[in-house]
């Protein structure tokens, strides 16, 4: 069925923008007959086991958490002090270090339209805790594997690896994990696999971390039902890599198209693509121009993003006739300017 012309087509939080799997919707709503009772809470052995399991390592491996914000907030508090943080990137990483009152540096990663973590050595150094998203936010830039061992050998202090678009990128370091005690990885089941509304997050490291970050938690940190949604949504694992398989040709054929349309479209490892226009005023009126359209994005200005230009919009990589319907907008416009 074809969409209504003035159907809104929303494009601004990255989150997983496929319907669930209905047999996955009705063995959930089956959970909430219980929401009288508390969840696991403290240990959470069965869900660790149901994520040790998913990414190959032990459950002491692991922490589940209320969304990855949450793992943000509890290493900010856990390893307070000066904190790198790699801009453009993710805003929560600074806000927690505001809420921590811990001191930042933010370095500029982006230069000439490339992303390059380029921290120095004097930075690693002083630098209590070292921020990597990977692929990065907004840029959904792939960081190499060997730029981040490079980081966790010259850092004092704690490295984390934010792998909360791993699903898209392929890529992981969680086999790092006894060999860097400097190291720890997020992990999000929002933006992969459509539990955004649930906060269903976790934590990698090794079982020393885990303890220390555990103390700086919530007992009941997950609810009862997001603690029952892992176990139930990796049974539909098949559904997700074939709609991840489709995100993923959607993106790289929209960043051809955009590129097309004169714009610059950044090479994306994840299920959101960032454009760059030449100037604040062409991106107002572009931003603007779709908003008339009934497409809302993400521009640089929003506070979503630290050290993000205000000639940036992000766009979320939704189905495929809602990015057919922004490059059909986009055209008009270009016609029109």
């Not at 209590?128 to 981040?148: A, D, H, Q, Y």
């Amino acid at each position: 069925m074809k969409p209504r012309k003035k159907e809104k087509i929303d494009l601004t939080n990255s989150y997983f923008k496929y319907p669930l799997p209905a047999e996955l919707i009705k063995e959930l709503a089956k959970e909430v007959k219980n929401i009288n009772l508390y969840p696991s809470g403290g240990e959470y052995n069965e869900l660790r086991q149901v994520l040790a399991e998913y990414v190959g390592l032990k459950t002491e491996n692991i922490l589940p958490t209320n969304g990855s914000d949450e793992v943000i907030e509890i290493v900010s508090r856990a390893y307070k002090g000066e904190v790198l943080i790699p801009i453009p990137t993710f805003f929560q990483y600074e806000a927690s270090a505001n809420r921590s009152d811990s001191p930042k540096v933010l370095v500029n990663c982006l230069h000439n339209r490339e992303y390059n973590i380029n921290y120095s050595t004097q930075q690693l150094n002083k630098a209590s805790l070292v921020w990597i998203c990977n692929p990065n936010n907004p840029t959904g830039t792939e960081i190499p594997r060997e730029k981040i061992i490079d980081i966790l050998q010259r850092a004092k202090g704690m490295v984390v690896v934010d792998e909360c678009n791993y699903e898209y990128l392929g890529e992981t370091i969680v086999d790092l994990i006894d060999k860097y005690k400097n190291l720890v990885i997020s992990r999000s089941f929002s933006k992969n696999y459509g539990l955004a509304g649930l906060r269903l997050g976790f934590a990698i490291s090794n079982p020393q971390n885990i303890k220390r970050l555990n103390a700086f938690g919530q007992y009941f940190r997950v609810n009862r039902i997001a603690e029952k949604a892992a176990e139930k949504v990796l049974k539909y694992l098949d559904y997700y890599q074939q709609n991840w398989g489709k995100i993923k040709k959607v993106r790289d054929k929209f960043v051809r198209q955009i590129n097309g349309l004169g714009f610059f479209a950044y090479d994306s490892k994840a299920n959101f693509v960032l454009v760059e226009f030449k100037n604040k005023n062409e991106t107002e009126r572009v931003w603007k121009y779709l908003k008339e359209n009934g497409i809302y994005t993400l521009p640089g200005w929003e506070n979503e993003f630290s050290g993000l230009k205000n000639n940036f919009i992000r766009f979320t990589i939704g189905e495929e006739w809602e990015i057919n319907k922004v490059i059909e907008v986009l055209l008009d416009y270009v016609k029109k300017s």
